[in-house]
């Protein structure tokens, strides 16, 4: 029997979860190699992943929300190897909305979402590369911006705590009378959008924010990010699409979104905005994101609607 040899990268916020415990303990039992390290603050998840490298790991399973699947994602492009010679990435989801991993289909259990990580074959992923400011930036979800990003940024940990994705909706009820356009011009390939809008979304990924369907045609393998842009409308419009959009009515954006497919894309606001990343908010006039092909791998489930095969190829 051949052994698998994973490193467990876990969000200290998930650190008390008892059927995560069991189901590594159950791992080790069959003899599988599989390390726990908990991040406590930043640099810690870029600290493991070296590590894990170093000692010859398969996998890396990002145990949290996107904010962890990111950060792990990230330390491992910044690394100078090709994907094929850097461990796999795998997603064991603990966060409040899990994005990244919802549209993934992977399954939520802890005993499940582990054995996947382990045994799946690994697949091309692309990643969101991020300029700005002199800086470089990685994404491995979504960048979004408007409406999205404030309600992201605004709900209240405690409330997340307590219920859920359902916390980003109710914070995005509270702020429908405040909604404030951004002014922006967006250029890429034969593609230039001049204007107002209420909320922008970069897709490597498909959804942000507790579900909001921002891109859903995205594939993370494709090379290409996926670019939606909703325009500012009537009040009355807004906030009517504002309440469908954060809870993750894809219908709505098809009313008035600004779609294209395109390698990049640079962001010149008339002030500065925001864009989060994966839950990690970035604040400048000038962004430069481009798609980085085939960056990483990750094990992802066969017929995996991110995929544009639907599934993995034998790693």
Not at 42 to 61: F, H, M
Not at 232 to 245: F, H, I, K, Q, R
Request: aromatic residues 4%; contains cysteine; hydrophobic residues 45%.
């Amino acid at each position: 029997m051949t052994h698998r040899h994973g490193w467990l990268i876990l969000n200290g916020k998930s650190a008390g979860d008892d059927d995560l415990r069991e189901s590594v303990a159950a791992c080790r039992a069959r003899g599988d190699r599989l390390h726990v390290r908990v991040t406590w603050e930043s640099g810690d998840a870029a600290r493991y992943v070296d590590e894990a490298i170093a000692e010859g790991a398969d996998t890396l399973i990002a145990a949290g929300g996107d904010g962890t699947v990111s950060e792990v994602a990230a330390a491992l492009a910044q690394r100078a190897e090709p994907a094929q010679r850097l461990p796999a990435l795998a997603i064991l989801p603990l966060g409040t909305a899990n994005d990244l991993a919802a549209a993934a289909g992977l399954p939520e259990g802890p005993a499940e979402a582990l054995e996947l990580a382990l045994s799946a074959p690994a697949a091309p992923m692309d990643l969101l590369r991020i300029e700005s400011g002199g800086a470089t930036h990685w994404c491995a979800n979504l960048a979004s911006g408007g409406f999205g990003t404030e309600v992201t940024v605004e709900t209240d940990e405690g409330l997340k705590k307590m219920l859920g994705g359902l916390a980003y909706l109710l914070t995005g009820i509270a702020r429908l009378g405040r909604i404030e356009p951004i002014r922006a011009r967006l250029q890429g390939p034969d593609f230039d959008w001049e204007g107002d809008f209420i909320a922008l979304g970069i897709g490597n990924g498909r959804q942000a924010g507790g579900g909001q369907a921002l891109c859903p045609e995205a594939r993370v393998d494709d090379g290409l990010l996926d670019l939606t842009v909703v325009p500012e409308m009537s009040g009355e419009l807004a906030a009517t699409l504002g309440t469908l959009v954060t809870a993750g009515k894809a219908a709505a954006l098809e009313r008035a979104a600004v779609r294209a497919r395109l390698p990049w894309v640079e962001i010149d606001a008339a002030a500065p905005m925001t864009l989060n990343l994966d839950g990690e908010p970035l604040e400048a006039r000038r962004f430069r994101i481009e798609c980085v092909a085939a960056r990483i791998r990750a094990r992802l489930p066969a017929g995996c609607p991110l995929l544009s095969r639907g599934a993995a190829p034998a790693a």
